[in-house]
């Protein structure tokens, strides 16, 4: 009988800790920059540190980086559906 | 050919793979349900970008921020623990669970003193104070209480399935080679992060 057991990449503790110093960087980042007016990039910046944020996370904590291709597959699919929403959304929205 | 016999009947087939596919394919479930809740903050705080402005600076930026840390410490705690484990120290992965759930703990603190803060200045859904208040500024607390609240009671489960991994470490039903449940728990812990990662700067960080 052929089980898929124990296929896991072990992460050591190191890059872990690298992880999580580079979000709290992040965060302190997107908090100073937060209080700098930057008027119509505010949003966008505060959006694209959230998003390396989201990738660390993905990528290391939730061990996607390690993992079979179908799981990568899984996750583009999911997230350009979310992205299907929001544009086809947003068409409807403004040009009502 | 009896030998044979018996590793068939000792072996319990597992599928960790699927395991957390499963996992995973709930998780995108959740993502969709937030997504839609951000699907709505996006159109609200288009329709009203001034009032969602001022709604948003009466948020307190530090206990945000502040939860903000415990949450991405909470999530490096949980990796730890899987690490732990995986290296047959069962000791410190349960160290590390345990002090995951302080932070959650921690997080849910906060999330009182903040809302009981709000409560009492009368912002809260359907308060006088508020629905006095111009559309936006309505929406832009609705979708806070809303949203936070919901990823609150998402931290509460959160806590509660660490809970139970603990207790199943504990009783060597999880081990250095058989940890595929407190792996879909450490996925959960992350996506309740990973949401709180964009709430933050969201309601947090409109300046």
Do not use: C
Request: glycine share 6%; no cysteine.
């Amino acid at each position: 009988m052929q089980s898929k057991e124990n296929h896991n990449h072990q992460t050591g503790f190191g890059i872990y800790i690298v992880v999580w110093l580079a979000l709290l960087a992040l965060t302190s980042i997107t908090v100073t920059i937060a209080g700098i007016s930057l008027g119509k990039y505010t949003l966008f910046i505060a959006l694209l540190i959230a998003a390396i944020k989201s990738a660390l996370v993905i990528n290391i904590f939730m061990h996607i980086k390690f993992e079979e291709k179908i799981f990568k597959v899984f996750l583009a699919l999911s997230g350009f559906t979310l992205l299907v929403i929001f544009i086809l959304t947003f068409v409807d929205f403004i040009y009502r | 050919m009896s030998n044979h016999h018996d590793t068939a009947i000792h072996h319990v087939h597992r599928d960790d793979v699927g395991a957390k596919m499963g996992m995973w394919l709930f998780l995108f479930t959740e993502v969709l349900l937030f997504g839609g809740m951000f699907l709505v903050y996006a159109v609200y705080r288009y329709q009203y970008p001034d009032q969602f402005h001022y709604a948003a600076m009466e948020l307190n930026t530090t206990v945000g921020t502040l939860n903000t840390i415990i949450l991405l410490t909470s999530s490096l705690t949980v990796a730890l623990a899987i690490t732990a484990l995986q290296k047959g120290n069962k000791f410190l992965s349960m160290l590390m669970i345990f002090i995951t759930l302080v932070f959650a703990l921690m997080f849910m603190v906060n999330k009182y003193f903040e809302w009981s803060t709000k409560f009492s200045h009368g912002i809260y859904p359907g308060s006088k104070e508020l629905l006095e208040r111009p559309n936006g500024q309505i929406l832009f607390f609705g979708l806070y209480y809303v949203m936070t609240g919901l990823h609150g009671l998402h931290v509460l489960v959160g806590m509660f399935m660490l809970s139970f991994m603990l207790y199943l470490i504990m009783k060597n039903k999880i081990s250095s080679d058989n940890y595929v449940k407190l792996e879909n728990s450490g996925l959960y812990w992350h996506l309740v992060d990973l949401i709180w990662i964009f709430l933050f700067p969201l309601f947090y960080l409109i300046q």
